[in-house]
Every structure is written in structure tokens, then in C-alpha cells.
């Protein structure tokens, strides 16, 4: 593989994920970089930064510190920074260069933890994966770490939704919409992993309903990036989860049945078919872009093959979601698509044979087409209408 | 909503009695303030016209910087080679760049006469050989010239920062000229030089020829820039710039500092009309400082009493301004800046005499991210971060000091002042724009 993108843009990192999954939980994360991640992340891949305070953190990693493997700047300043800061917890990512150095993250957050007695995780990240990645880890260690007891189930049937960031659903209203909608199903939202805090959702209640996460009956993934945290869960408390981003009503109905069944049988299920031999193609993340495939099924009778272009579990992928991450992967795909639904800086590398549909996704073109994101779940209908994708 | 902490973090301010020179504040993790106007590499490296950028990193450092392109509506002159793990693993990087390069000129839509090539920290501690990648290139690509530009911000404490080197690595695809022009290069800075600025019109007056990268719109206008025979930087940042100038293409390079203080100007000012026998009435000189005190007069009249801050994105010699503006009546009370140029440490020491109050406010401290953003009194602040963390929307709003010079800067701000002081401003749409005046698409 050249690895080579000519003109099109390239994912969120790894890094990039662990903070935007741990952004609204009042702890505190750092990336251990000399600099460039944090003024990424908070440019690009961040779109709460101007108006949601969160201590996201860069350590300002030296030339010199890298080649003594000098880990104390690092775990001083995190201390000092933590004892005035009083994060709930501490999480530390790494970069390139802490993961050429070496830099044993478990062990500088064990230290930590020893002494200022705050919950801290390593994460071994090194700003070579995509955001999935980050994001999946971050989650997995709230899974472990965090959800401790196992609590009593909620008298109504609920689920906890996993898989939650801006970088995959942005900051237009859609995890509260999917909210409102499995509602409508008479299934409640116990805890969001990890976003919507508002005037009605302190930090502080978002971080104790995912704490007591063993509450819910189900767990609905609605993105990769909550399938680790998802297994844990299952493991730790048993429970079931289902694979699946609402998306549209009737997909979202087909969803809502799942999560009952799930709840019942306490058996795991992946709502998402997929279309291997269509002639529309998806690029996106595979749990979203496989849902977006099948609630265009269920309106159109027409679905669609995904090319996913971010890490994703070996489990999500198959003959209609394939793993395609750079030009040269996406390209021979593409070539035979007839319709292509994708983020707009994809377009110059579609051939222009294809009708080409876009669809913003936060974790690629970040800010560029933040305001022309569609709120899927609840104008899904309408989104294809427009593309013309209901014929 | 999360909950602010303002009420119990400590102010990391100090006072400027109370201020260690150059580094006023203790290095600890950092934070990022959301006010972006600043050039980054990729704004720089995109002066030099119709050159291709080829990034070489991991996909974490790629993506601020291909976006950084994209907003500036530039992503046809840019491309990307992604470092993974089995390249640190199988120590392949230097096929893994001569792959991807040829992968990438093969694809282009049309050859680019120049290649500015950036690698990384990664290259740097793997020991990667970089001259044989520029010779195979050099070699298999005669008619595209190719330089070595870096993205290590791993070496921003370790000698010449990456944005010094940037700029300095500007002028590398250069050509050496034997004939030597009456033609001045203002170098390394990246706005062009305001032609009203007592600078820029000696030298015009005096039949000199004046180039700047900022103003080549062609490579062949790009290449006419080694013509010149004298070249001048007018900050910090530029002087590695302008001493690679002379010594590679022997442009005789004068180090004019865009400072505000009338002593400094005026001794630029003698030593450019000395060096390049200008013919320059220096009793105009008394009347630009004339001009100057009636200007400031007339704006201390009109803002008053108003706060105002200041930060170092605004003008790099910011501890010149905050003496002008403090001489001159007007209140200010607060320096956003993490550490001083070593030039001002006079200005330093006059301050603090004169202005022990000051309050000297670090920009990437930890507790500047939950500290009180916001003022019940209105504050006129100069420079983005100075608006963001002062929480107002009467800013002036100007980066690295916006091509400005001499006696003019002086009025030109004393307008801008008086400007931001009478109209707010969109603050959090225009602060976050990356690489002010640089083309936007967001």
C-alpha cells in the first residue's frame, strides 16, 4: 500500500477519540505530545471547545525528554495539574513519538493514581489509528473501571446508548433524537456513553448513569467505537447488546423490536444486513454508514454496499462492508458505483459518472460542513428525497 | 453543563514587579485557547505560488494539517503520505516517501514546479536518511524541485523553532543570481508590507525595487525574489530567514525589528538610509512622531479610561506597544504572553518600574481553561487571545502584526483602537478562523 491520499482528507485520530469520548465527564485527559494533537483536536475534531469547558491537556513532550525516556515532566505536571484542577479521573493518550520511545502508559498512570488517589488510565494510542480506536479504548476502560456494581434493573425496559461522540454524530441534536425516539418505543435512555450534557444534564449525572450503566437491560451500539465497551458490559453484568444506529423511523422501528427481543432472550444482535452486490456505495464508519444501508432498504427497497474507512471490529465487516482506507483501497470501489454517499472531500476522488451524494461526517472534513450535517434520525426521509435516493 | 471551576483555581497571573524575564511562567501541561488566527507551516509553505505540499506523519499530525489546507480552499496543492506502525517497525520510510511520492506526482492532475516535502519527529528520531530520498527524487524528477521542509514540533524547545525554520526554508528553492539588483526582500514575514509605512516609501523615493513572497503570484515571480540585493526582516521569527538569505544568495540582510518605540524606529530608519545611502529627510521623521502623539491623543481621548489588554499574537513585540499605549494615558492592565523576546528586556525593566501592576497572563497555562472569561466593565482588547480571555467582543483583530511598520503602525492601530472600541465584533466566528488572510472556506 503507498498510503498516499493525493487530495482527500483523512480521519480523526486515535488521540483525537479519547478525548472527545471523555470530554463531558469531568475528568481530566492528556495527551502526551510535543504539540500539534491538541490544536487538531480542538480545531477539528472538537466541536464543544469554544463553548463547553473540558480539561483536555497537552504535556508539551521535549526532544530531550523523548530521548531520556523522562517520564517524571510528565507525571509531575499531571499531578500538579490535577491537584488544582480536581478532575473526577485522569486519562493519558499517547502519540507517534511516546510510542517510539516506549512510554509505558499503565505504569505512569499507576503512579499517578498512587498519589493523588484520582482513578487514572493509560491508553496506549499513538496517533497512528483513527479516532474509532481512541474512542473504543476510552470507553472500554469506563467499562472496566468505572461501572463497578452491579445495580438493580430499571423498572421499565432501557437501554444504554454506546458509541456516543460528536466526531461520528456531531452536536446537531441527533443523540437526542435517537433518544426521543426509542422512547416512542416505550424504551428509556439510561445512560449515553458519552455526550448530551446540557441545562438539564450535568457532568456529574451523565458520569453517575454511566456508572450505573449495569441498570439498563440492553445496550445499543450506535457506533464502533462502543462495541468493546458493549463486550465488557456483557461480560461484567450479562448484559445483551444490539448492534444498530437509529436512523430514519422505520429502521428505527426494526431497532426498537431488537432491543426487546435482546432484552428477553439476553442474546446479542446485529441489526445491520448488508448489500454486497448494490451499486450505491457508503464510505463511512461501519456501524453507522451499515445502518444508513438498511434504513435506505427498508424506505427504498434499494440498499447499499459500505466501504468502511476507519478501523472497525472484524465482526462488522463482510462482503458489503469492506475495509477501504486510502485512495488507492477506495478508488477500484468506487469506479463502479452508480450513486456514492459520502463526505463531500471525497468528491474529487469519485468518479463523475456517479451521482454523488453528500453526507458531512465530523471525523473527516471536521468543521468545513459542520452546518450541513443531516439529522438522520429524524430527516432521514427527507435526506433521501433530496438525493434523489427514493426513486 | 459542566461544572466551572473559576472559584476555586488559582489566578495564574503575576505581576510584572513580580515577573522572571524571559519566562515568566513555569512550563506545565498546556492548553489550547480557541483563537486560531495565527500562520501555521501549511499557510507559510503555501506563499511560495503553485508549490505542492507532501506531508509525511502519522495520521494524527496529517489531519490538522490537511484540514488546515482544505480551509484555505487549497487542497488541490496538497497531499499526504501516512507514516503506520509497520513503517516504525520495518524501518521501510524511505521507500515507504519515494513510493508515495511517485504515487502521488503519477496522480496529480498536472506537475507542480516545486515539492516542499514535510517530514516529521518520527523521521527525526528513526535516523531516517533524508539526503538520499532528496537525491532519488532530485535525480528521477529534474524538472521538479524539491525541498526538505519539517513538521517536529518535538523540536520547539531544541534551537530554531519549526515556524523559524519554515520561513527560512521558504527561500531554499531559490536560485543563486550574480546580478544584483537596486531591489529590496522583505523577508519572511507573512503579510505584505503596508506601503504607506515609512519603510516601504523611503525605499520606493530612493528608486529601490521592493519583492516579498506575499505578493509573488507566479514561481517565476517567486524565483526573481533571489534577484534582489539587500533583504530585511522585521521580526523574531524571520531573522533565520534573512540570515539564510545572505549567506546563501548574498543578500545583504538588515534586521529592522517592527518595534513600537520611536527610538528604535528612528535608529532603523538611519541605519537603512546608512546601508543603502537612501536620501531621507530625517526632519520628516519628527513630523510622523508628531503625527503619531496627535493620534494617540485624540484616541486616549476617545476610548478614556477603558481597559484594555493586549496578547502576542497580536504584534510580536508586544512589551513595545504596552509601553507606547501606557505612556501615552491609556489603561492597560493585562499582557496575554508566555514568554518575552529577549530584545525587550529593556522595555521589560521599564515596565516593571513603571507599571508594576501589569498583569502578565500566561496563554496555555492549565488553569487558563476555567478561569473567568468575562468582565462587567467593557474592555477593549488587541489580538484574539487577548478577546477570548478577556470574554469581549470590542477586539482589534490582527495577527502577527498584520504587515504593519514603523510610525504608521502606530496610527494605523491608534484607528483600529478607536474602531474596536465603536463597533463589536463577531468574536467566536472570527477568532476561530485558521490563518488569518489567508483564504477561508468555514
Known amino acids: ?391 | 453543563m459542566l461544572k466551572r471551576l473559576k472559584e476555586t483555581v488559582k489566578n495564574p497571573s503575576v505581576k510584572i514587579s513580580e515577573a522572571k524575564f524571559p519566562a515568566p511562567f513555569v512550563s506545565g501541561l498546556e492548553y489550547g485557547a480557541p483563537a486560531r488566527g495565527t500562520w501555521n507551516i501549511v499557510h507559510v509553505g503555501m506563499l511560495i505560488p503553485q508549490a505542492h505540499q507532501i506531508f509525511v506523519c502519522a495520521q494524527g499530525c496529517l489531519r490538522g494539517v490537511v484540514l488546515t489546507a482544505a480551509e484555505m480552499g487549497a487542497s488541490d496543492r496538497f497531499s499526504t503520505i501516512a507514516v503506520r506502525e509497520n513503517n516504525v517497525l520495518d524501518g521501510d520510510m524511505e521507500e515507504l516517501i519515494l513510493d508515495g511520492i511517485s504515487d502521488i506526482l503519477k496522480r496529480l492532475p498536472k506537475q507542480p514546479p516545486a515539492v516542499l516535502l514535510y517530514t516529521s519527529c518520527i523521521h527525526h528520531f528513526m535516523g531516517s536518511d533524508l539526503n538520499y530520498v532528496y537525491q532519488v527524487l532530485r535525480e528521477k524528477y529534474p524538472q521538479i524541485q524539491f525541498t526538505d521542509c519539517y513538521m517536529n514540533p518535538i523540536m520547539r524547545k531544541s534551537g530554531m523553532t519549526p515556524d523559524q525554520t519554515m520561513r527560512r526554508q521558504l527561500y531554499s528553492l531559490l536560485k543563486q543570481k550574480e546580478n544584483k539588483e537596486k531591489k529590496v526582500h522583505l523577508a519572511g514575514c507573512d503579510f505584505r508590507l503596508d506601503v504607506n509605512s515609512e519603510l516601504y516609501q523611503y525605499l520606493i523615493q530612493n528608486d529601490y525595487e521592493v519583492c516579498e513572497i506575499a505578493s509573488c503570484k507566479t514561481y517565476e515571480e517567486y524565483e526573481q525574489l533571489a534577484k534582489a540585493g539587500w533583504c530585511i526582516t522585521t521580526f523574531p521569527a524571520a531573522k533565520a530567514a534573512g540570515e539564510y538569505l545572505e549567506k546563501e544568495y548574498g543578500q545583504q540582510h538588515l534586521y529592522l525589528p517592527a518595534s513600537f518605540e520611536y527610538e528604535t524606529i528612528d535608529k532603523n530608519l538611519q541605519f537603512l538610509q546608512e546601508k543603502l545611502e537612501l536620501n531621507i529627510e530625517l526632519d520628516d521623521l519628527n513630523v510622523k512622531k508628531a503625527a503619531c502623539e496627535e493620534v494617540l491623543k485624540k484616541t486616549k481621548e476617545f476610548i478614556g479610561s477603558t481597559e484594555i489588554t493586549i496578547d502576542f499574537t497580536a504584534f510580536p513585540f508586544v512589551l513595545s506597544l504596552a509601553k507606547l499605549l501606557l505612556s501615552h494615558g491609556f489603561c492597560v492592565t493585562k499582557l496575554y504572553v508566555d514568554s518575552f523576546l529577549g530584545e525587550e528586556r529593556e522595555i521589560f525593566d521599564w515596565l516593571k518600574e513603571h507599571a508594576p501592576n501589569l498583569e502578565i497572563y500566561p496563554t496555555v497555562h492549565a488553569s487558563m481553561r476555567v478561569i473567568s472569561r468575562s468582565s462587567d466593565q467593557k474592555i477593549l482588547a488587541i489580538g484574539q487571545k487577548a478577546a477570548y480571555f478577556s470574554g469581549t467582543d470590542y477586539f482589534v483583530n490582527i495577527v502577527e502584526g498584520g504587515g504593519f511598520w514603523g510610525y504608521e503602525s502606530i496610527i494605523h492601530l491608534a484607528n483600529l483602537m478607536c474602531d474596536a472600541y465603536t463597533y463589536p465584533k463577531d468574536r467566536k466566528s472570527l477568532i476561530q478562523i485558521k490563518g488569518m488572510g489567508c483564504g477561508n472556506c468555514v
Open chain 1, 1 to 391: 500500500m503507498k498510503q498516499t491520499a493525493t487530495i482527500i482528507s483523512t480521519y480523526a485520530a486515535d488521540i483525537s477519540g479519547i478525548c472527545s469520548a471523555m470530554y463531558e465527564l469531568g475528568g481530566m485527559t492528556v495527551m502526551h505530545d510535543a504539540s500539534g494533537c491538541n490544536s487538531t483536536y480542538n480545531t477539528h475534531d472538537e466541536p464543544r471547545w469554544y463553548d463547553m469547558d473540558s480539561l483536555v491537556f497537552l504535556s508539551g513532550l521535549t526532544e530531550t525528554e523523548a530521548i531520556l525516556g523522562d517520564d517524571d515532566k510528565l507525571i509531575r505536571d499531571t499531578i500538579e495539574a490535577a491537584r488544582e484542577l480536581k478532575p473526577r479521573f485522569i486519562t493519558l493518550g499517547g502519540t507517534p513519538i511516546p510510542m517510539m520511545t516506549g512510554t509505558d502508559f499503565r505504569a505512569v498512570a499507576l503512579q499517578i493514581e498512587r498519589e493523588t488517589g484520582i482513578p487514572t488510565f493509560g491508553l496506549n494510542t499513538d496517533g497512528m489509528h483513527s479516532y474509532i480506536s481512541g474512542a473504543s479504548k476510552a470507553f472500554a476502560v469506563l467499562a472496566e473501571r468505572i461501572c463497578k456494581d452491579r445495580i438493580p434493573k430499571t423498572k421499565e425496559l432501557s437501554v444504554n446508548i454506546l458509541g456516543a461522540t460528536p466526531l461520528d454524530f456531531s452536536i446537531n441534536g441527533t443523540i437526542q433524537a435517537m433518544e426521543k425516539a426509542l422512547n416512542s418505543h416505550n424504551i428509556q435512555v439510561h445512560a449515553i456513553w458519552a455526550m448530551g450534557t446540557g441545562p438539564d444534564e450535568t457532568a456529574d449525572n451523565l458520569f453517575y448513569k454511566i456508572a450505573t450503566s449495569s441498570a439498563a437491560h440492553v445496550n445499543l451500539v450506535i457506533s464502533s467505537c462502543g462495541l468493546k465497551a458493549a463486550k465488557i458490559l456483557q461480560q461484567k453484568f450479562q448484559i445483551p447488546y444490539v448492534i444498530g444506529t437509529p436512523c430514519g423511523s422505520k429502521f428505527t422501528e426494526k431497532i426498537a423490536e431488537s432491543i426487546k427481543d435482546a432484552a428477553v432472550t439476553g442474546k446479542n444482535k446485529n441489526v445491520c444486513e448488508s448489500f454486497p452486490k448494490a451499486n450505491t456505495v457508503i464510505i463511512g464508519e461501519s456501524v453507522t454508514a451499515l445502518s444508513f444501508a438498511n434504513a435506505l432498504y427498508t424506505e427504498t427497497g434499494n440498499g447499499a454496499k459500505v466501504l468502511c474507512a476507519v478501523d472497525s471490529e472484524e465482526e462488522l465487516l463482510s462482503e458489503g462492508c469492506l475495509e477501504a482506507c486510502d485512495e488507492a483501497e477506495l478508488i477500484p470501489h468506487l469506479n463502479g458505483a452508480k450513486i456514492i454517499i459520502a463526505d463531500p472531500m471525497y468528491r474529487p476522488i469519485c468518479p463523475k459518472t456517479a451521482h454523488f451524494i453528500e453526507l458531512p461526517h465530523e471525523a473527516f472534513s471536521g468543521r468545513i460542513y459542520r452546518n450541513q450535517i443531516p439529522r438522520l434520525m429524524e430527516d432521514f426521509e427527507t435526506y433521501i428525497e433530496k438525493g434523489g435516493l427514493n426513486v
